[in-house]
């Protein structure tokens, strides 16, 4: 479902599924069930699980590969990482010590190594793509002692591990975890203007922000920043300022749940948790 806003940036809700298959006819990542299907039905032996996250998937796929390289069958298969719907005819990775060109939907993501897929170290971080030239950003907020005078919060912005854009920050102003949900947002954003990224994936555990952004806002913008039972919105000035730094990107709202082990979230959450003991 698409929210058009009068400021601007085109945003989707959605809750996105990933296929792993990690043994099948051609090993990778697919977005729908038929695609997976296709790949792994009546192939023998084949491994593959469903994920709410891109970076779940991913790590199914590495996980199974040190148990599956072990199989004789196994080891001769190629293993695509994002074997994704047919985008382009070739993918060529980005600036590193030595260029690689790919064969077809396999998106640029400097983190692989296609011969094996293992991380590789020594490769130049730089900000991961989908299929459809989407960052995926799990943001986060955390307040200590949530709304008590002595409050603290803080905002967790994650793009992957050790990633040079990733942040950790006290919250200004009001100390509460909506205000800090709304900023960790803001600065996304202005990461992602900064780095001319202009179509990201929001990655987010608060039912809050995305009630806002899907379903509030325009009312309460409607009413004069007034809430349905005529209460002045407590975060209007927050949640204008979401609205501005959203303005020139293409958006993607993605829920996820809290505390269930996804490691993107986990670390937005950490890093939240950081912010707010500076």
């Known amino acids: 479902m698409y929210l058009l806003n009068n400021f601007g940036p085109k945003i ?18 697919y977005k729908t069930w038929d695609e997976c299907k296709a790949e792994v039905n009546k192939y023998s032996g084949a491994v593959y699980k469903k994920f709410t996250t891109i970076s779940e998937a991913k790590s199914f796929i590495i996980e199974r590969q040190s148990s599956l390289q072990s199989s004789r069958n196994y080891s001769k298969q190629k293993i695509n990482p994002y074997y994704l719907p047919k985008k382009s005819s070739s993918v060529t990775w980005p600036e590193t010590s030595a260029k690689k060109t790919f064969e077809p939907n396999c998106p640029k993501d400097d983190s692989l190594v296609l011969n094996n897929f293992s991380l590789d170290s020594t490769t130049k971080r730089i900000f991961q793509r989908d299929s459809d030239g989407r960052v995926d950003i ?17 905002l967790g912005v994650y793009f992957g591990d050790n990633h040079p854009a990733n942040v950790a920050k006290p919250v200004h102003g009001r100390a509460t975890n909506n205000n ?65 730094a959203l303005a020139p990107l293409d958006v993607e709202f993605n829920h996820v749940r809290g505390h269930v082990g996804i490691h993107g979230n986990e670390m937005a959450d950490k890093l939240a948790r950081d912010g707010a003991n500076m």
């Not at 799990?138 to 803080?154: E, I, M, Q, R």
């Not at 960790?184 to 922000?209: H, W």
Request: proline share 1%.
């Open 12 to 29: 989707k809700f959605l809750a996105m599924s990933y296929y792993a298959v990690a043994k099948g006819r051609n090993p990778g990542i």
């Open 138 to 154: 799990y943001t986060d907020g955390a307040c200590l002692s949530n709304g008590c005078d002595n409050a603290k919060a803080g």
């Open 180 to 244: 800090a949900e709304i900023q960790a947002v803001i600065e996304a954003a202005k990461i992602a203007q900064r780095n001319g990224l202009l179509k990201i994936r929001i990655n987010t555990d608060s039912e809050f922000l995305i009630n806002c952004m899907t379903k509030w806002i325009k009312k309460w913008k409607a009413k004069g920043w007034k809430t349905a039972n005529n209460h002045s919105v407590i975060n209007k000035e927050e949640l204008e300022e979401m609205e501005r």
